[in-house]
């Protein structure tokens, strides 16, 4: 039932293609339904399926002689993040209500996205999984280069050959591993079970991760992430920053990770203090994190603190994936859902709710606008984001942050404290932007009082209100999440990394 | 028994409060102002109640609620309250009302203003029941955001640079000690206060702490202090103690005067209370360690921030100083009460009396500064917001009724034998004299300070000849006077009768005092 998820997706893309001219009311329902339907299979299968394993969606071979079968499955991994998708996916069409230009040709691009990121998530064969990651880059092209703002074709191009690039290296490193392992089968299960080489997976190891990791925004391959979330539309820049960046950070956990689990080891010696690539790629994310935080601490540009912060946010979650226990691991899975949610609402606030209405990011303009008279929802919406974010006890950031920090506490006690710096930092960030943009004091009085600000819709509101009570829930109850994050992260196909260093 | 929750309806009553306003708050500023006060005596109410059915007799924590909630992580819904929770509640719900009255004249956004009170209050009663660091720390971090909003939105010319120092500094605290606690959590799997402090008690838990965290090159003695400092830090800042007061003076000044009077009457006390609910219990040890200069911050606290208020020119930096000043004594009795004094049983009586002093005077804090703030606030109205030290003179003579009250309440900081402010000092002093002469001897200098800018007050305020300006200048309405009795009643009855508060609490210090065993 879950490979519905993908086919509704690219159903409903071509429905919106096939739409008389001209009918943008109804295209924009069209799309929503679609987006509804896809999240509501998902949490179907969610309720029912409660265990995390993983779970075969469907099975049929497709290039036999190459050993390429079209194997769709989830755990509770996929399971998380496809909740996600679907969350993110409704919530940035009711934001992108407002676009006129073309609306059709950009919903179907939309859904075209969303139908391939689910394809990811649900990949279980490695080539399928790759046809679908490469899929998702070209309507992101398209989606930032035609609806963009602030330098659009600079931003998408650089975030095209980024991914480019990094596409290449996973692509290098996953017909390695498939050639040698006997060129027999791309499921992720038979090449996990095989016993590469010590010395063939702490080549392969990095490669597959840093290409992975470059969509994940790993400092120093982030630079795309910051220009592209600002170019891209408002929709596309929350499903960015929402969902597509997660991807690579899967792509690092479900392939890198538990293909060369040996790669993570010691080299047996030491170079500057790092012992192994964990070392090294936990001190690139440590460095991410602070070095993402304090460039938005300096940004004057709202949506590049957004930005910025995401890059910091994303640190959290290779942090996790490096500190190897189970905390940490589940801690970075829990902030991969976290992060998307909160990435998405604060993008919708900076994007939708303010720049669509003032044309103007600059935060010293919007200061003297008194915006928290004018738009007090948007005010209140970014008030309780930025307090999610910041990574406040009662919302999913606390908790996520939270078991990575403990994760790092065991792992790298000495980088928890850096970490600890860099919450100190997120909440000076949020802060400042907070108050620059909503609550500076409008004061000297020389600003001429514009033309009243169009008034919050409804659609916009209620996007807020699922994006706030997603992360409201998960902050309370974050059980829910990691009932089946847990056993998925048990499964045999962790095994690998578990016999490492797992705690 | 399945017991009725009524820690959770308590915590829940402003939370709904806070709901029904931001919803139905529409243009109606007197039924905002109005639901407002209701809900917070409903909330009142529910505290006498549980003060009604408290068994003072045991010294032990009541009305437990325990569910589980985060299992894996530890984290579990405990709530209850021994006779330090139930003082905390009582004073928390005093001081709230009286906030409430004195931003009477707020006149923007009324229902919001009205709304992030009461969701002080609600993170306030959380604060004081949780048993669970991660049910505790959620109301701890949330209270500053309500907060940082009052001071932001309602405050002086200053608020902005105000409010973020409070923010930054209250957080930074909040981090370490959050990074402390985990680090105990990943050692002892345990959140739960009670639990620790019982592992403390029998010496177990810095051994364990120890084993589990192998720091690079640190010797346990410096793990078990580097978690102290993280912990200290968090309540240091919010109490505050020297040197990490400094974001007080300028919040205080800024924030609304009915908003100070929640800052100074109850969040201050947080810290205190986390300094006896969770310091004191769990890392008793480590405080004994650095005995010495903890007794001489608090001296500084004391002496030093008296001092500052001598300078003051503004009616609101001296009570924000003379806070400072009066909180230091808090602190003064709890170290003293660390020291060890190697038998069981010497100097116990001692011990007790300046706990006693302690919790006394918290509650006695909480009543006349809050009052006294409530003062300054009712002065800013008639003049227009002006409440210079020398921008008045003489008003004995045209507000009588204000000078007899306010003179009370002055009377009762200075710690006058008769009102609140006195048995509490006394107490303290009392206690902590054998145990810790020197820092007690040095810390009288902050009582002279006090009486000399007290006094300074009284003088260049009320007395001398009048300033023609406020010739005009209305004394104390009936309704005033009304709202005024009940806190001017309760400095008498404090004062004559302490007993009342005493009853309560007795048997909890007398447990807290036998339980510091090093």
Redesign the interface.
Known sequence: MLAWTIYISFLGAAGLLLLPRGSVGAARVLALLTAIAGFAITLTVFVQHRTGEMLTITRVPWLPSLGIEYHLAADGISLTLLLLTGIIAITSILFSWDIEDRAKEFLALFLLLIGAVYGVFLSYDLFLLFVFYEIVIIPKYFLIAIWGSTRREYGAMKLVLYSFAGSAMVLIGLIAAYVAAGARSTSLGDLAGFPFSLHFQMAAFPLVFVGFAVLAGMWPLHTWAPTGHVAAPTAASMLLAGVVMKLGAYGCLRVAMTLFPLGLGPWGFHVLGLGSWRDVFALLAVIGILYGGLVALVQKDFKFVIGYSSVSHMGFILLGLMTLNQLGLSGAVLQMFSHGILAGLLFAVVGRMVYARTHTRDLAVLGAMDL?KAIPFAAVTF?IAG?ASMG???FSGF?AE??V??GV??AY??F??CV?FG??VG??YI?RAM?KAF?A?AGTGSATPGPPLPPITIPERVGAMVLIGASVLVGL???IL?NVI?PALNSPLFEGLRKGSWQ | MIAFPWITLLTTVPIVGALVLLVLGGRNKNLARWSALAFSFVALVLTLILWRHFDPASGSLQFQERHAWISPLGVEYRVGIDGLGLLMLLLSSIVVPIGMVASWQIEERVPLYYSLILILQACLFGTFTALNFFHWFIFWELSLIPAFFLIRLWGGPRRASASTQFLIYTMVGSITLLLAFIAIFLATKKFDFIDLAALAQNGQLMPAVIGKLAWHRFTPQHVALVLFAGAFLGFAVKVPIFPFHTWLPSAYCEAPTGTTILLTGAMSKMGVYGFLRILLPIFGAQMQLVLTPLLWMAVATIVLSAYAALAQKDLKRIFAYSSINHLGYCLLGIFAVVKFTGGDTALIAEKYAAMNGVFLQMFNHALTASTLFWFVAMLEKRSGGLRGLDDFGGLRKVAPVFTGLMGIALFSTLGLPGLNGFIGEFLIFKGSFPLATWATSFSVLGLLATAIFILGILQRVFSGPLNERWAGLPDLTAGERLALAPAIILMFVLGLYPQAVLGAINNTVMQAVQHLQF
């Open positions: 928290n008030v307090m406040l006890p009662g908790w939270l078991m920090l403990v506490w065991r006690p000495t928890a404290v600890g919450i100190v909440v000076a802060w108050q609550f004091e109850y974050p059980q990691l847990q």
